[in-house]
């Protein structure tokens, strides 16, 4: 609306413009006009189909939860992040340890997996029960040592979108304090 005031008032300059210059005509003002008017509903189109391709909130969205604690997760069972560190938003669920999209976007996650000596852990990101994106730590040797394994996405996301991580076929033991996951929306 902004622009259009501002268009409107740039035609009102030309057209005094021309009536203190003397080369005012009713054609030449009629015809002025109608072009401009043409210009700024084609102006106003173009605006409209660039606002479809636009986030549709400005409100920042980000979220990082890590497991406090050691813990075993049955398979099938969501991860619960319950140490929240930080939740501009209040998007994500410690208690479920889900994140529900607030807005339509591009969201960027990662998740950061310390599973225990001896075991395997495949963390899946899920979307609606869907799996997007898979991780592996594959720990089944006879070391006593913790493996990591990371991973990272970008989805495109719709309001109401449920994202979590689970382990697609195993019970895992995860190790607290290491064990992360966070999303942020970037367009």
């Not at 902004?2 to 003397?22: D, R, W």
């Not at 992040?81 to 607030?102: H, L, M």
């Not at 591009?106 to 495949?122: D, G, V």
Request: net charge positive; proline share 3%.
């Amino acid at each position: 609306m902004q622009l259009i005031t501002t268009c409107s008032s740039f035609l009102l300059l030309i057209l005094n413009l021309a009536v203190v210059h003397g080369n005012c005509s009713n054609t030449l003002a009629s015809t002025l006009i109608q072009n401009q008017l043409i210009l700024l509903e084609k102006l106003v189109n173009v605006l409209d189909n660039v606002s479809k391709y636009r986030c549709c909130s400005t409100s920042p969205v980000v979220f990082h939860a890590v497991i406090s604690s050691s813990r075993t997760y049955d398979k099938g069972s969501p991860w619960i992040y319950d140490q929240v560190v930080t939740n501009v938003g209040n998007a994500y669920n410690p208690s479920t340890g889900k994140f529900t999209v607030p807005t339509k976007g591009i969201y960027q996650f990662n998740w950061y997996t310390l599973n225990a000596p001896e075991t395997l852990s495949h963390a899946g990101l899920y979307v609606n029960g869907y799996i997007k994106a898979r991780q592996a730590a594959n720990n089944n040797g006879s070391t006593k040592q913790w493996i990591t394994a990371g991973s990272s996405m970008a989805l495109p996301l719709n309001k109401g979108d449920v994202v979590y991580i689970k382990d697609i076929n195993y019970k895992v033991q995860l190790f607290g304090q290491w064990t992360a996951f966070g999303g942020v929306l970037i367009n």
